[in-house]
Structures are given as structure tokens and as C-alpha cells.
């Protein structure tokens, strides 16, 4: 279960960015530049391990690489990599390629909806 909810999560990120156009009026790359900037400049109030990741995720370009499903698949073997129990998740990205189309169908029935949910609230302060 925990695997599935990451292996979304991952795959909605490259989903998000093939059809970025229809859900942002923000220019694709600077708003990547932006998050970067932003998770750089408020490292020192995250944990130690966040703070870890977040460095990798801006070094290595994570939501660039993203809009690449091989690179999505290559991101999920290293999550299944970590996992400390037994699994089959290797290779998964196969899985994800044979069912595809219904899960592209499923990020573009959600996420509208997820707009929707998040338009409801008020803009933090520290939104810019």
C-alpha cells in the first residue's frame, strides 16, 4: 500500500507536467526554478533528512527528469530499492506502461478536482 501511494505520487508529478499547460497559466520552467528556490531558501527550518532530499531533488533535477516516464521508472526501482521488506516492485514502471492510458484518465479526473479542493482555502502569507 505505501508503495502505491509513492508510485502515484511520482507518476502524477509526470503526469502533472505533460499536461501542464491545461492546469497552470505559469511558464512550465520557471515555476520549477521557483519551487527550487524556495525549498533552497528554507532549508534551515526542515529536518535533517528533508533537508537531504530536497538538496538531491534540486541537484539532480527531479521534476525535469520527471517529465520522462523511463526516469519515472528509474526513480520507482530506487524507491522499491529502499523498501526494508521483501518486494516485487522492481520493474513496476512495465506495469505502469501496460495501464497507462487509464491511469493518465484517473490524473485527468483528479486533478481538477485537487484545484478545486485547494482554491477553496485562502492564500497562505507566504504564498507569492
Known amino acids: 500500500r505505501r508503495f502505491a501511494g509513492v508510485a502515484l505520487d511520482i507518476l502524477y508529478d509526470h503526469f502533472l507536467l505533460r ?3 491545461q492546469f497552470s497559466d ?3 520552467d ?3 526554478r521557483t519551487v527550487y528556490r524556495e525549498l533552497q531558501s528554507h532549508q534551515a527550518l526542515m529536518p ?3 533537508a537531504v532530499v530536497t ?4 541537484e539532480h533535477d527531479w521534476f525535469g527528469a520527471y517529465q520522462d516516464l523511463d526516469n519515472i521508472g528509474y526513480a520507482l526501482d530506487r524507491v522499491a530499492g529502499r523498501i526494508r521488506f521483501a518486494n516485487r516492485f522492481t520493474g513496476i514502471i512495465d506495469e505502469i506502461r501496460d495501464n497507462e492510458a487509464e491511469l493518465e484518465g ?3 479526473a483528479f ?7 485547494a482554491n ?3 492564500e497562505s502569507p507566504h504564498q507569492a
Open 19 to 21: 499536461h501542464w499547460e
Open 26 to 28: 505559469w511558464d512550465k
Open 30 to 32: 520557471t515555476f520549477i
Open 48 to 50: 535533517d533528512n528533508m
Open 55 to 58: 538538496r538531491r531533488m534540486v
Open 106 to 108: 484517473h490524473f485527468l
Open 111 to 117: 486533478f481538477p478536482e485537487l484545484q478545486a479542493f
Open 120 to 122: 477553496r482555502y485562502p
